[in-house]
């Protein structure tokens, strides 16, 4: 530790001290108003003492603030303005203090107490602009802003220009606030181009072309923990796509006017580019999982007599609408099957696995049109419940395991368009139906199981250690 | 008056006075002075959750602790077989292949790699070690693994490795639970008991979260590894055997008719809910809801827990040893236990921790044997979880708690008798599989000799964040109030593997 970073270390105090006279000549001022009043006259002995306190406090304040103005991370114009109002509020208060020593008039004394009030919540104001930026309590009003993508969604990606449409948005959502027009962190600044080729203190920023060297993405990809990490940890963190689409530019050699489509693209990049074009954002949920649309509420009645009879019946994930219903300590009597067809619309996972659902069964659950899971496995169904699922056209999985479906049954669901799974371990499929049912699906993943592992010498032998040493 | 009636008496009497007695002066003042204090705490700290955005309700319901609850958002898996290899297998001779490694060994191992580490074993300067298996690629994903796992080793376009997991604990224990509750010390729920705590059980004639153990000796860390920490003690692994009565004394005796146990429990049970009325602890209504589900367990546990009516060519696919404790037969349990929807199936196999102090526990007769025991049950689970349409809703895991050191052990400076490697904690190599996982794939690399990860490195927090996000739950919303903050599973870390997911 140098001598020279002393007053460095005792401005960096400022952000704590300054509360101090703030509370305090806010009472003193709240005390000098509340006497108007004769039934609080008791506290105005008090006064001058609270103000003296006050005064004190906010000369230190002013000093350790302007030690902390002089480490140069601060917007100039903005510290000018709270270092002022600061000051002003340090001689104010102290004049007041010699006011009541000369015993001014009472009116006069109200009427500072009232400016003063105005102007610490004035200098308050500022200083918590320099922290937190000066969009800090706007942006609770907007409070989506949270949650939401750094980067608006463009609608054609590869018609946007790199920088303009994606990276200076991500830069001015996530950087901006401490290295942009307001306040310079390290002396970096990001929100021009020769601003982010100029770098900070520690030097460059970026290196066209060499993303692994350049200081930014290094410090993108160190753990939170670490104290050089960017963001730190307690602002809003890039995605991991986010992280790569700077990486990608950088590589590319950071360009400021190129389109994405002039660039070069790895297949990598390419479907994380994707993901920030409209519509494109969604990679959590793969689509199709429960209909895209919405839907309503399910009869709670029919809910609570399903559960009654052992089915499990609960919504797919949190406050969906939607419901998965599954029979593992049920059995599929005419009566529960029969309520279960109630669930026409919700109704998306359905596992019935050795149940004792028949065709007949089946039958009942023709209507069930928003159903994309079905698991029949271990029960007697057979190809003629087969005819039930053709209008199932949401269906992506379908489990027949250990049934009596045939190939036959299996062709009536060559029309399910959204079919990427389909079990026939066991079921009544012919060996010789293999070939021609993968013809038949081309892009269904079918699974006749049946799979062995052989038993090898190894598996039943052991090595031995030598027997002498 | 009998002798009995008078015994009766006596007994009776000796009850009363015990109750008498529970309710002094002392008692008095305690009670008030904690209730009154209780109540004006309550009052102030209400405040505290004022205007707070918090969406994380408790989701303990103490009188259907296991009622089966959605997840927050859409769970690619439903259930998870967590297979740990006790006592950490070797990544070197399994999955991490590194010829470099092969041209040190046996000299002096370089400063660099033992400056400022601390080491279980070693002391001074150990001789670098190569690998003692012969490696090859495999499948369209040419990821390596060693010829000591060759039924896997045609497994591994269905799985994902994660070849840099790195630790900060390099001892058993607090490794073990480290990977399991979030904590190197004790008192933290496992992630059983944080999925049994979320999304409750399917199956409400069976646990939610059971455990299985083979290899002769528990894991180190004791039963706190599948325990429920500061969750409701519901949550807490049940320990199952697959050997004899899955659940100890789950027989009724000789003389105890289904008709009697059923009053026994009424009985029971009625006295828990009136101590409830009093004391109103939901741990009792907890209590009371565990003794209902013991009573049907005792008849469904026999039948699903029984491997023997399963056909012949699963018992050989699976490699089974039937009567005996072994970890082919947890393997075949967990995929039945799986499919009659139980939550989370936890396995434990001992005996992997290959330091070279004798012929078990070295890496060319222990650990190849530990090898053999295990490969063809691990094949066969995938295979039959894929089979019967279970692998997409089944999330399989297969760890140990840390990796072992590219250096030769020398216990106290001394070389040890047979060939072994020390705990290592930089890096190690994990595989999932199925659950939304990709397939085929590699995430992560280790340096020339795999001493530490140089890419995709990621730690126990990491990986619990990725089952949870299997499961449907964001680690970092996923909560339980206790001691006055929300704890989570990932305590203050993690980042799920997003590489990985599907």
Request: net charge neutral.
């Amino acid at each position: 530790m140098t001598l020279l970073s002393i007053p460095d270390l005792i401005g960096r105090f400022h952000p704590v001290l300054v509360h101090l006279p703030i509370g305090i000549l806010l009472l003193a001022c709240l005390f000098q108003l509340l006497t108007i009043n004769s039934r609080y006259a008791a506290l105005r002995a008090s006064v001058p003492f609270v103000y003296l306190l006050g005064g004190l406090g906010a000369v230190f304040s002013s000093i350790t603030g302007y030690l902390l103005s002089q480490s140069g991370d601060y917007d100039g114009d903005m510290v000018g303005l709270h270092q002022w109002l600061g000051i002003s509020v340090s001689i104010i208060s102290l004049g007041v203090y010699l006011m009541y020593r000369k015993k001014v008039r009472e009116a006069l004394l109200n009427l500072t107490a009232v400016v003063l009030i105005v102007l610490i919540t004035l200098t308050g104001h500022y200083g918590g602009s320099l922290t937190h930026g000066s969009d800090y309590i706007t942006s609770a009003l907007n409070d989506e802003g949270k949650g939401k993508a750094a980067v608006p969604p463009v609608p054609n990606v590869q018609q946007a220009v790199a920088y303009t449409h994606m990276i200076q948005p991500l830069l001015k959502n996530r950087c901006y606030s401490c290295h942009g027009a307001d306040k310079q962190k390290g002396k970096l600044r990001l929100d021009t181009r020769e601003f982010i080729l100029k770098g900070g203190e520690d030097g460059k920023a970026i290196l066209p072309g060499s993303a692994e060297e350049s200081e930014l993405i290094k410090r993108l990809l160190l753990p939170s923990s670490n104290e050089d990490h960017m963001p730190p940890k307690e602002k809003p963190q890039l995605t991991q796509e986010e992280i790569q689409l700077l990486t990608w530019w950088i590589t590319e050699g950071a360009d400021f006017n190129k389109k994405v489509a002039e660039l070069k693209q790895s297949e990598k990049i390419k479907p994380v580019l994707l993901s920030f074009q409209t519509g494109g954002a969604k990679t959590a949920e793969a689509p199709g999982d429960v209909p895209a649309e919405e839907v309503t509420k399910a009869d709670a009645a029919l809910i609570a007599q399903l559960k009654q009879a052992g089915v499990v019946v609960i919504p797919v994930k949190g406050n969906s609408n939607y419901l998965s219903a599954s029979f593992v300590t049920a059995k599929a009597t005419p009566e529960i099957l029969k309520l279960l067809s109630g669930l026409k619309k919700q109704l998306v996972w359905l596992n019935i696995s050795g149940a004792g659902l028949d065709d007949k069964g089946l039958k009942m659950l023709s209507g069930l049109n928003a159903v994309v899971r079905i698991n029949l496995s271990n029960n007697a169904v057979a190809d003629q419940g087969m005819a039930s699922l053709k209008e199932l056209k949401h269906l992506q999985y379908v489990n027949l395991v250990a049934t009596k479906v045939t190939v036959a049954g299996v062709e009536q669901l060559k029309d399910l368009e959204r079919l990427n799974s389909l079990y026939l371990y066991q079921s009544a499929v012919n060996k010789n139906d293999v070939g021609r049912l993968k013809k038949m699906f081309p892009k269904v993943n079918l699974d006749f199981g049946g799979y062995i592992v052989p038993t090898l010498a190894k598996d039943t032998t052991e090595v031995k250690p030598p027997v002498s040493k | 008056m009998t002798r009995d009636e008078l015994n009766a008496h006596r007994l009776i009497k000796e009850a009363q006075e015990t109750q008498l007695r529970s309710f002094t002066r002392r008692h008095f003042l305690k009670e008030s002075a904690m209730g009154l204090g209780a109540l004006a705490m309550g009052s102030l700290l209400g405040g505290c959750n004022f205007g707070s955005k918090s969406s994380n309700p408790v989701l303990y319901d103490p009188a259907h602790p296991l009622l089966p609850k959605s997840p927050p958002f859409l769970g690619k898996a439903k259930s998870v077989i967590y297979l740990h290899m006790a006592g950490a297998p070797s990544q070197l001779e399994l999955f991490d292949y590194k010829p470099e490694l092969m041209k040190m060994d046996g000299q002096d191992c370089p400063q660099s790699l033992l400056a400022g580490k601390k080491f279980a074993f070693i002391t001074g300067v150990p001789k670098m070690l190569g690998p003692q298996a012969s490696f090859a690629q495999h499948g369209q994903s040419r990821a390596w693994v060693s010829e000591n796992l060759p039924h896997f080793s045609t497994m591994v376009d269905d799985v994902s490795f994660l070849k840099a997991v790195s630790t900060d604990q390099f001892n058993h224990a607090p490794a073990q639970l480290l990977i399991h509750t979030g904590s190197p010390r004790l008192g933290r729920p496992s992630m059983g008991s944080w999925a049994t705590y979320g999304l409750g059980t399917e199956n409400q004639n069976l646990p939610g979260f059971v455990v299985l153990t083979s290899g002769g000796s528990f894991p180190d860390a004791g039963k706190s590894i599948w325990g429920s920490g500061f969750l409701p003690s519901v949550y807490q692994g049940v320990q199952c055997r697959s050997e004899g009565d899955p659940v100890l004394f789950i027989k009724d005796p000789n003389g105890m008719s289904r008709d009697l146990r059923k009053a026994s429990i009424d009985a029971i049970n009625a006295s828990n809910e009136q101590e409830y009325a009093n004391y109103n602890d939901p741990e009792i209504l907890s209590r009371v809801a565990q003794y209902e589900m013991a009573y049907r367990m005792q008849i469904s546990a026999p039948e699903v827990m029984n491997i023997n009516d399963e056909p012949q060519y699963i018992h050989e696919m699976y490699g089974t040893q039937p009567g005996k404790a072994c970890f082919a037969n947890n393997v075949l349990l967990a995929r039945k236990l799986v499919e009659k929807g139980v939550r989370y199936v936890q396995l434990f196999d001992w005996g992997w921790d290959a330091h070279g102090d004798g012929p078990n526990n070295s890496l060319n007769i222990g650990l190849k044997n530990k090898c053999r025991s295990i490969d063809k049950p691990i094949t066969a689970l995938l295979l039959d979880l894929k089979q019967r349409g279970l692998l997409e809703e089944t999330l399989v895991v297969w760890g140990g708690e840390f990796g072992r050191t590219p250096m030769m052990e020398n216990r106290n400076g001394v070389q040890n008798p047979y060939n072994g490697r020390d705990h290592h904690t930089d890096a190690f190599t994990i595989w999932m599989a199925g659950g939304g996982i990709k397939k085929g794939y590699t995430h992560g690399e280790t340096d020339e000799i795999g001493y530490s990860g140089i890419s995709g490195k990621v730690d126990a927090f990491d990986i619990q964040a990725t089952i949870l996000n299997q499961l449907g739950f964001d680690h970092e919303q996923f909560t339980y109030p206790f001691q006055g903050r929300p704890f989570r599973l990932t305590d203050v870390a993690g980042k799920v593997i997003h590489d990985i997911v599907a």
